[in-house]
């Protein structure tokens, strides 16, 4: 089943394995997240520490339009190549759950099911809000009946606060600084207008928590800080690629090694992302990285306000995506190994290179 052309997958979530969630205290002590009707208000959940989001790929065929999950699920399938559920599978909206987080915050989760072939029930959480892995939440509200929602991603946007981005000119300048109008230097085409910027205040934990690649790592000039999900781009040379093309597109979040690359969470930080006339590779910190990517494809996935805004300003813009083939997770893991070692290569004096 897992090679049928129509398993394709039309969008992708990030979701938590229920499995990763436990109860420390309440009546259901030690069990994982379950299903609606074997939950119970006040339990306290606890996401293990080191708990990570896979990635849903999703199959939709449904006729409520795209990134949208109902109760019946309808239309809606685990495609290939999902980190999470079985191709193939059924894939529904069980229940909005509704959490007080440590410091008092309101986290709210979508919890979902998929049942395969053979009948079997895999459960999985999206979070609406930031999550923090390793902190307790308590459960105040079950809500078993949600109708429909749409899945935004709410980690879409970019660059950290005081990125330096590159104009045409070669000079840098701040991206809470950029305008509409004003040139940047991108790889393919030469320099392009900004049609838009677009910010966003996230409270910074769990997939929200900024990348930080220090200043020197991959060559960068300053700290570069970006979203997990932001893509750095990666041109292979020789024989020895890690995807079929020579270009690549590594997501933030996989360069992480929590030694030389890290995580940073904690407290909020303003998010930003580029809008040009196209789908660019543009330079932060000298570093080649995507603009926001525009499409019928990628616009429903942006929360609501920021795809509003896109809509208002810019409507009709679509963009065709980037040749460049976006990495797997083991595929970007060994990239970062070889980014970090040719970095390392390049600074080390000649007689050290050939010990290596």
Do not use: W
Request: proline share 7%; aromatic share 4%.
């Amino acid at each position: 089943m897992t090679d049928t052309p129509d398993l394709e997958p039309d969008y992708a979530c990030q979701v938590f394995p229920a499995s990763q969630f436990r109860v420390v205290s309440g009546a259901n002590l030690g069990d994982p997240l379950r299903g609606a009707d074997e939950l119970c208000l006040d339990d306290v959940y606890r996401l293990a520490p080191d708990a990570e989001p896979f990635h849903l790929l999703v199959r939709d065929t449904g006729t409520l339009g795209g990134r949208v999950l109902s109760q019946n699920g309808v239309g809606q399938r685990v495609a290939r190549r999902s980190e999470i559920g079985c191709a193939g599978a059924g894939l529904r909206l069980s229940a909005r759950l509704t959490f007080l987080g440590p410091s008092g915050h309101k986290v709210d989760l979508l919890l979902l099911e998929t049942t395969d072939q053979h009948g079997r029930t895999t459960h999985a959480a999206l979070p609406l809000d930031p999550l923090e892995p390793g902190q307790t939440h308590t459960l105040i509200g079950v809500d078993s009946a949600p109708g429909t929602v749409r899945l935004a991603d709410i980690t879409a946007l970019a660059f950290g606060q005081g990125t330096q981005i590159a104009l045409a000119d070669g000079s840098q300048r701040p991206v809470e600084a950029l305008r509409p109008g004003d040139r940047l230097l991108t790889r393919d085409n030469g320099p392009q207008p900004l049609r838009c910027v677009l910010q966003r205040t996230v409270r910074t934990v769990g997939a929200h928590a900024p990348v930080v690649i220090p200043a020197g790592t991959l060559g960068n000039v300053g700290d570069l800080i970006l979203g997990q999900q932001q893509r750095v781009f990666v041109y292979q040379r020789g024989d020895d690629r890690l995807t079929e093309t020579a270009e690549m597109l590594v997501k933030a979040q996989y360069l992480v090694d929590g030694e030389r690359i890290f995580l940073r969470p904690g407290g909020f930080a303003e998010f930003y992302a580029l809008v040009l006339d196209h789908h660019e590779v543009i330079y932060a910190e000298c570093i080649p990285v995507e603009s926001l990517e525009v499409s019928a494809r990628t616009l429903p996935a942006l929360p609501e306000d920021i795809a509003h805004e896109v809509g208002t300003e810019l409507p009709g813009l679509t963009h065709r995506p980037h040749i460049g083939i976006e990495a797997d997770r083991a595929a970007a893991r060994m990239a970062r190994e070889r980014l970090l070692q040719d970095r390392k290569r390049r600074t080390l004096p000649a007689d050290h290179q050939k010990k290596l």
